[in-house]
Each structure stands twice: as structure tokens, then as C-alpha cells.
T-cell receptor, first 113, second 115 residues
Framework: DQQVKQNSPSLSVQEGRISILNCDYT??????FLWYKKYPAEGPTFLIS?????DKNEDGRFTVFLNKSAKHLSLHIVPSQPGDSAVYFC????????????FGKGTKLSVKP | DADVTQTPRNRITKTGKRIMLECSQT?????MYWYRQDPGLGLRLIYY???????NKGEISDGYSVSRQAQAKFSLSLESAIPNQTALYFC??????????????FGPGTRLTVL
């Protein structure tokens, strides 16, 4: 049973526009959420995270929003750039998981020039 | 130089063969992890180690074993490889700071094909 779900396998966005990647979770124990970005032939790299005590975290063009009541988080990229084209993984953890991450299946973002 | 390295980067082997994937890190982290990625399935945890004397099974440990030779080295073995172990394998490390805020750093991956 998937605890972290990324229901959109792919997303295509025009350069300069906003990209919104979504993630839903089922385990109410999760208290820390992360986004990783993965380019082909490379390992995932950490992008941004958010603690469950917050509902928003910003880092430059990247913002993560957390809606705990809906068990939903989203990653906003504004403005989108062709170099943002990658697979984005949502991940979650909680204290009881000893820091182990549960990953979603990923969303492939394509930013077209 | 990369902080987390994996060898080999690509490997083709035959069913029944023993194979070892190696991971080394220069980040000085205590925690190390092995994941596999299959198309459409995201990353799944195979084994993890919180220090040299601590080894734990992850979600999909059957058919795999690991060895933590030193703080910087964590190896994954397939004792008798089978075709459904064909996947992309990633090693990761983290510096434990808080149970809920541990960020993991990944190696470049090993693409394993079992014929």
C-alpha cells in the first residue's frame, strides 16, 4: 500500500510559467517531507524540505506547501526553466521511522523553451 | 570529487551469479543506505546502516545482503542474482541530526542487468 503518492507521472510546462508538482500521503504520522530532483544517469539530489509544523517553505524559485488536513503537499517552481526538466520525487519520514524515507513514484517534469 | 561514489556504474550478469555493488563516501556520515529504483516504482529501501555495528533490513531485503566494512564503505551483495533484480541501485548517506529532519545524499547509481 503506497504511503506517498505522486499521481501524475509526467508534467509539461512552458518556460517561464509555474510548475506545480503534487504529492499525497496516507500516514498521518509523517512529520517531515522532502523533494528530490533526479536527472538521467545521476542520483537524486535534495531540493527542499518542510516540517509538519510549517505550511510553507521557500528557497529561491522553489516553494513547498503543506496541507496537513488534506495530507497533501505541492512543489511550486516559478519561473520554470528548461534546466528544471527532471524527475521529482516526493519523500516523507517520521520520528518512528528513524529518519528512513518513504518515496513516491516520481513525476517527470518537462519544461519547454 | 564526488562525495558518494558507487562501483561499478553498469553491470551485466547472468542468473545465479554472485555480484557485489560497492559504495564509498567522503562525507563522514554515519548512516548509509541502499535503494533500488524500478521504472514507475520510485525508490525502495533495501538495507540501511546507522553505524558500522548496526545493519537493518529495509522494505525489500529478500535476496540481498550487505556489509559495512568501515564508516565510509557499505557494500550490497546479490548472492544468486535473478532477472527481477534488474534495476538501478542507489547508495545514500546521511548525518543523523534529528529523527524527522535527516537529509540523504545519493550516489550516481549502478545499473544492474541480470540476464
Amino acid at each position: 500500500d503506497q504511503q506517498v503518492k505522486q499521481n501524475s507521472p509526467s508534467l509539461s510546462v512552458q518556460e517561464g510559467r509555474i510548475s506545480i508538482l503534487n504529492c499525497d500521503y496516507t500516514n498521518s504520522m509523517f512529520d517531515y517531507f522532502l523533494w528530490y530532483k533526479k536527472y538521467p544517469a545521476e542520483g537524486p539530489t535534495f531540493l527542499i524540505s518542510i516540517s509538519s509544523i510549517k505550511d510553507k517553505n521557500e528557497d529561491g524559485r522553489f516553494t513547498v506547501f503543506l496541507n496537513k488536513s488534506a495530507k497533501h503537499l505541492s512543489l511550486h517552481i516559478v519561473p520554470s526553466q528548461p534546466g528544471d526538466s527532471a524527475v521529482y520525487f516526493c519523500a516523507a519520514s517520521y520520528g518512528g521511522s528513524q529518519g528512513n524515507l518513504i518515496f513516491g513514484k516520481g513525476t517527470k517534469l518537462s519544461v519547454k523553451p | 570529487d564526488a562525495d558518494v561514489t558507487q562501483t561499478p556504474r553498469n553491470r551485466i550478469t547472468k542468473t545465479g551469479k554472485r555480484i557485489m555493488l560497492e559504495c564509498s563516501q567522503t562525507k563522514g556520515h554515519d548512516r548509509m543506505y541502499w535503494y533500488r529504483q524500478d521504472p514507475g516504482l520510485g525508490l525502495r529501501l533495501i538495507y540501511y546502516s546507522f553505524d558500522v555495528k548496526d545493519i537493518n533490513k529495509g522494505e525489500i531485503s529478500d535476496g540481498y545482503s550487505v556489509s559495512r566494512q568501515a564508516q565510509a564503505k557499505f557494500s550490497l551483495s546479490l548472492e544468486s542474482a535473478i532477472p527481477n533484480q534488474t534495476a538501478l541501485y542507489f547508495c545514500a548517506t546521511s548525518e543523523y541530526s534529528h529523527p524527522a529532519t535527516d537529509t540523504q545524499y545519493f550516489g550516481p547509481g549502478t545499473r544492474l542487468t541480470v540476464l
